[in-house]
């Protein structure tokens, strides 16, 4: 359980499932659900624990990951890379054989894009890891949407890119909290290379920008009324949040002052209310 990073997991099923509801515009086929949820989690969790396996050196030396299980001795790095692989290849045939290939190659291209080009690649090379790399976690939304119906649309295509202009404003703010891990192990994520003030302000960039992509669901006739509300209100108090950091930011406060991790925590709970308003609005038409 430990190497599936399960806590991670949570939020790309809270972003898969609602997908499914709005490509069905109703409630779709339970059974699926559940594989497409399984599927989901084999698949993630051979990707983090892959992650596991190639970072095994530098979570030794952070604070946050030292107590990981290849860290500890609980589970050998062999074991760790047959484990991971394992689940790779039967996430990616319960897709195939159970749901549809469309979405069995869209979960091995995330669990590729993930370890490969995010872990292996961009990582310990660029500060722009997250915003690249971040678009493993974006694609759960296509692969609910092509379980359901075996094809792409626009909508699935704008949510995937709520969730890409989503993920470095929700990282970012972490990255700031525990830099000094960071820069420890010399991954240059951006809050270690960069200013307070640099960051806040690609922060509330990104976030003008997912909030402005959230928006185009309703005009382009997928959802109505209900996750339009919904989609203001927190997109809203979310930019609230972002500009509140920034002016922290530029006043050069620092420390537990900054909260960092209000936006933080507050990115998790947006993603969850924007999404169940995904699922709800299809019943409110």
Request: charge should be positive.
């Amino acid at each position: 359980m430990a190497l599936t990073k399960p806590r991670i997991i949570e939020l790309l099923l809270i972003t898969t499932v609602p997908v499914m509801f709005l490509a069905e515009q109703g409630v779709p086929d339970l059974k699926l659900v559940l594989i497409t949820c399984l599927g989901g989690y084999l698949s993630a969790g051979g990707a983090n624990a892959l992650n596991m396996w190639y970072d095994r050196d530098i979570d030794a030396l952070m604070d946050r990951t030292s107590q990981r299980p290849l860290v500890t001795g609980m589970v050998s790095p062999a074991e760790c890379l047959v484990f991971g692989i394992s689940l790779a290849v039967i996430s990616t045939l319960l897709f195939g054989f159970a749901v549809n290939w469309l979405s069995a190659w869209l979960s091995l291209g995330a669990l590729l894009f993930y370890v490969v080009v995010y872990t292996m690649i961009l990582k310990r090379r660029t500060s722009q890891n997250i915003v690249w790399g971040g678009i493993a976690g974006c694609l759960p939304v296509l692969i609910g949407w092509s379980s359901v119906t075996d094809s792409m649309s626009w909508a699935p295509v704008i949510l995937f890119l709520v969730m890409f202009f989503w993920t470095p404003p929700h990282y970012w703010p972490l990255s700031m909290k525990v830099k000094d891990d960071y820069a420890r192990v010399g991954v240059p994520m951006l809050p270690v290379i960069a200013s307070n003030k640099v960051v806040a302000r690609q922060i509330v960039l990104y976030s003008w920008m997912m909030v402005a992509v959230s928006l185009l669901l309703t005009p382009l006739g997928y959802t109505g009324w209900f996750y339009t509300v919904v989609a203001l209100l927190a997109g809203g108090f979310w930019l609230w949040e972002a500009h509140g950091l920034q002016n922290r930011a530029k006043a050069e406060v620092t420390g537990g002052k900054l909260k960092e991790m209000r936006l933080f925590h507050w990115s998790i709970t947006y993603v969850s209310l924007l999404f169940v308003a995904v699922a709800v609005d299809p019943f409110l038409r």
